[in-house]
């Protein structure tokens, strides 16, 4: 019985082996593939730089959102309004968009906007958007309070952006209930990892159009800061005036160009609950995919 087992363990352990070989193998040929067709796409791609303006007082304008819009061709302004952006020819008769919460955005042909940059950084100057901000909200006196979302607060199950683009987001859909009105109080992540002394998040909120992130619910820019090992992030929002009827999105966007994105910040996750949406870079598509992070926003609601 004995020489049966060691037998059946000898016989497990070379497959095994041979499983892993045959997966380590794959993996290779799947990175070689993945790196020619990169060299590929981006043997005719040049890089292009310029800062962001405010057109009036010539101030520069941080986190403004660049890219070809559903393109995956994407970044975002850093804090001093630079920005460089790679673009290859295939992409020649699209439109490069500049857009900022507050400000109008301003489209520009890629070949133009190409032309421009060749030489020297380009300078693109935004007009704020002088339309009416929306009046304050009147709240009803009879509320009821509810939590949406995931409050997944265990590391044991982690997820994190896929990619080190510039814009990239990472998404939770919330759930109301049909025909009740919500007004959003705060909203919180929960991280497995912070790695970065202190990392900077825009916070988007979105309704939900045929599954996927739609129209901003917001008309100031939400921000919130997170540190080195910080395991939970709330945001107030009662001052921004969110009232939602319907299903929506709750975001953080990446915005400093930081090393080591994709394993340095991880969120709390679970295989149940509302599914994430993400999309790779800014004005990129958005995609999701079923499995839940621990993003979830308070809210009260009339009885």
Known sequence: ?????????CNFLATVFVINEIIRMTINKLQLFFAVLIFACTVNAQTYSGKVIDATTK???PFVSIGIPGKGVGTIAQLDGSFAITISDDFNNDTIRFSMIGYKPQLLAVS????QAAQTPVTISLQADEKQLE???IRPRNMKNAMLGNEYNSPSIS????TDDLGSELGTVM???DGKEYYLLSCGINFAKVNYDSIIFRVNIYALENGLPGQLLHQLPIYVTVYRDQKSAEIDLKQYNIKVDDDFVLSLEWLQDLPDKTKAVMFCAGFFGNKIVYRQTAQDIWRDFPVGIGMWCAAEYEK
Do not use: D, Y
């Open 59 to 61: 101030e520069t304008l």
């Open 112 to 115: 133009t906007f190409k032309t």
């Open 135 to 137: 009046a304050v909200v």
């Open 159 to 162: 997820a994190g952006f896929t």
């Open 175 to 177: 759930k109301v209930k």
């Open 1 to 9: 019985m004995k020489i049966c087992l060691n037998q059946l363990t």
